[in-house]
């Protein structure tokens, strides 16, 4: 940041003035692992477990199923405190029982959860994509298996072919057919 002072006092005000305010708000942005978890609905409900002790009750998550055929649903926090999803409790992270706000969860599936509004979503050929706030840019959703869990990850760009953003696995104890690739899961 210290760096980048010099080159703003070089800038014609009002070209200085909006990059400032938009570094700003890229730090005040919490990382993608504060933004983004992992959700699952079984027969109790559906649990988001997510790097983020702070969130609140009603605050919206969009659930993202991106295996085919992809789908989004809008969900908000029903409480807070919870264990959170089972597959992901070893992995330090904080849970919260989630209510559908529009469309259908499936069962036992693992979720990509985005906390907050702003985020836009689409769906094109078979892949959703997200535009993150303060991120720019369209980001590509995946989830593939592994022997025995489901990693979910955000792409730069489309998947499997920009820098990986975001990265979750969620234990199932099963046997499955692996479907990673190798950039998916390192």
């Given at each position: 940041m210290e760096a980048i002072r010099p080159v703003i006092r070089l800038l014609p005000a009002s070209t200085a003035l909006i990059l400032g305010l938009w570094i700003a708000?890229?730090?005040?942005?919490?990382?993608?692992?504060?933004?983004?978890?992992?959700?699952?609905?079984?027969?109790?409900?559906?649990?988001?477990?997510i790097g983020n002790g702070q969130l609140s009750e009603k605050q919206a998550v969009t659930l993202v199923d991106p295996s085919k055929p992809p789908s989004v649903i809008q969900a908000e926090i029903a409480s807070t405190g919870v264990a959170g999803c089972p597959g992901a409790r070893e992995q330090g992270l904080s849970g919260y029982s989630l209510r559908v706000v529009k469309g259908e969860a499936p069962?036992?599936?693992?979720?990509?959860?985005?906390?907050?509004?702003?985020?836009?979503?689409?769906?094109?050929?078979?892949?959703?994509?997200?535009?993150?706030?303060?991120?720019?840019?369209?980001?590509?959703?995946?989830?593939?298996?592994?022997?025995?869990?489901?990693?979910?990850?955000?792409?730069?760009?489309?998947?499997?072919s920009g820098a990986r953003l975001w990265h979750q696995y969620y234990y199932l104890n099963q046997d499955l057919q692996q479907t990673c690739k190798d950039r998916d899961t390192q």
């Open positions: 708000n890229a730090q005040s942005l919490p990382p993608l692992t504060a933004r983004v978890g992992v959700a699952v609905k079984s027969a109790t409900g559906i649990c988001l477990s069962d036992f599936t693992p979720l990509i959860g985005v906390v907050g509004r702003g985020d836009k979503f689409k769906t094109q050929r078979g892949v959703v994509s997200v535009q993150l706030s303060g991120a720019g840019g369209w980001h590509g959703m995946r989830s593939c298996t592994s022997t025995d869990g489901v990693h979910l990850t955000i792409w730069q760009g489309k998947p499997l």
